[in-house]
């Protein structure tokens, strides 16, 4: 049991909470529970998650299987019913400059004050905007261990910039890369 290093997490747990509330959608939070999890790692999980208006679901797959996602899949199929589509919405529009969709991202779900671009990335976003190609959504590419490009900053770091050495086009699949770090 360690609910000290538990409690430093959940903050990484409530900027991505509010990340997906940003788009419109209703959430849930699905509890991985492992045999080795104690009952008081549970609750506090539990209770900060009621905190923030957000309903969770235990999941015992890990020792149960299937049997242990059932609540999970009845809470799902409970939002999936209720969603209404009109209250869905992105952070930015088509018509938006690829730069500023980068800004838009950085700021709003990775909590950067802003972002560096390289001057090759320069380049390359004016020569995929010139291509046609500016109204494709973005996809960065960073490290997965934090909402920054350090690997080190855990939890809910802000106030960093977001370093951008190079944009990819992904014509095929109709969006761009953003490479970071």
């Given amino acids: 049991e360690n609910l000290d290093a538990l409690k430093k997490g959940l903050p990484n747990l409530e900027r991505h909470i509010n990340n997906v509330k940003k788009f ?6 699905a509890i991985n529970h492992f045999i080795t999890d104690s ?15 957000v309903k969770v679901s235990l999941c015992t797959h ?24 009109e209250n869905f919405k992105y952070l930015y529009t088509e018509e938006t400059s690829i730069l500023k969709k980068i800004e838009t991202i950085a700021k ?18 004016n020569i995929i ?5 500016g109204k494709f959504p973005v996809c960065i590419a960073k ?8 690997p080190k900053l855990k ?3 802000s106030g960093h910039v ?11 699949a109709g969006f761009v890369v953003v490479i970071c770090g």
Avoid: H, M
């Fill in 108 to 125: 709003e779900i990775y909590g950067a004050n802003g972002v560096e671009l390289e001057d090759k990335a320069k380049e390359q976003i």
């Fill in 62 to 85: 890990w020792s149960e299987g299937g049997k242990g996602t059932e609540d999970l899949a009845k809470n799902v199929v409970e939002i999936c019913k209720k969603n209404n589509k």
């Fill in 24 to 29: 419109g959608l209703e959430l849930i939070v």
């Fill in 39 to 53: 009952e008081k790692e549970v609750k506090l999980i539990q209770e900060y998650c009621l905190k923030l208006g």
């Fill in 143 to 150: 490290t997965q261990y934090s909402f920054s490009t350090d």
């Fill in 129 to 133: 905007e010139k291509s046609g190609f």
């Fill in 155 to 157: 939890g809910a770091p």
């Fill in 162 to 172: 977001l370093p951008v050495r190079e944009i990819r086009l992904s014509s095929g």
